[in-house]
């Protein structure tokens, strides 16, 4: 290890002892003018389904949409802009540029990206926005990705998602032993005491394991939460069932990469 770490510089190491610490990591975002192009879209789109306009407040109209829309035609909307940000040629790209370098550092230089990523909205007290507490690989996520989740508004408390941090998931991992846990209810409450709530500004992204147990709970703040997530892991590491093709495509497949996949040996006759 000590000769692994030769050919790392202080800064990478630093996010890196972060990250490995904590199983996540909090970072300002590193294209703002893609996030507000992002958020943008995502007002534009929001106004084109509720046939209203932005106003004056833009920094405002996502927290405060719960104004303007029903919690039965909150999934609606979100199929609607989902499957419009999803659309745009520049969509992916701008996403991944929001954390290229942290991706970089922590994943490699040879990435795959899910091809689809995945918008939340979690209105205050809406009980169907909540993702109970799990962790990706229990259900056939490979353990060598990582998520990037960036929110367009700031999110705090209930209005973010909860994480357990590495060691304190590393004490619970024996939790499904206990017979009296019988249900996902019954093992947040046993992790509570644990869990960090994540705080982030409107300008910061999160980069997490999701080896760790996290998720949300009903939102009892005042303001809405809109949020990306998107999956990356290293072209060349397992897969499980989200397979290269079908759930991943690659986005920096490096030339010697290329030839090597192309390369076959003249035939000998």
């Known amino acids: ?25 909090i970072e300002k975002s590193e294209n703002n003018d893609n996030l ?11 106004c084109k389904f509720l046939k209203t306009s932005v106003g004056s407040n833009k920094n405002n109209f996502l927290n405060d949409i719960h104004h303007q829309v029903d919690v039965d035609k909150i999934n609606e909307l ?17 996403y991944f540029e929001l954390a290229k370098n942290t991706l970089e550092i922590l994943v490699g230089n040879e990435l795959v990206m899910q091809k689809k990523i995945n918008l939340s909205i979690q ?32 999110v705090k408390k209930s209005k973010s998602m909860f994480i357990l941090p590495t060691e304190k998931n590393k004490n619970h991992l024996n939790v499904f032993r206990d017979k009296k846990i019988k249900n996902s209810a019954d093992l947040m409450e ?11 500004k409107y300008g910061e992204i999160l980069v997490f ?18 949020s990306l997530n998107c999956r990356f892991k290293s072209l060349f590491s397992p897969y499980s069932d989200k397979k290269i093709g079908e759930f991943f495509e690659p986005i920096t497949m490096k030339p010697a990469t290329k030839l ?9 006759k």
């Open 36 to 46: 507000d192009l992002i958020r943008d879209l995502i007002i534009d789109l929001s």
């Open 209 to 226: 394991t999701q080896n760790l147990m996290h998720g949300n709970e009903i939102n009892k703040e005042d303001t809405t939460r809109f």
């Open 260 to 268: 090597g996949i192309n390369y076959s040996l003249p035939l000998i």
């Open 123 to 154: 209105m205050p007290n809406d009980e169907t926005s909540v993702l109970p507490v799990h962790a990706d690989v229990w259900s056939g996520d490979s353990p060598f990705e990582i998520v990037l989740w960036v929110p367009f508004v700031d």
């Open 1 to 25: 290890m000590d000769n692994y770490n030769q050919f790392i510089n202080k800064e990478h190491q630093n996010i890196i002892n972060r990250f490995m610490n904590n199983g996540f990591i």
């Open 190 to 200: 046993r992790i509570r005491p644990d869990l960090t709530w994540l705080e982030l």
């Open 78 to 94: 979100r199929l609607y802009i989902f499957q419009n940000l999803n659309k745009e040629n520049w969509f992916r790209k701008s």
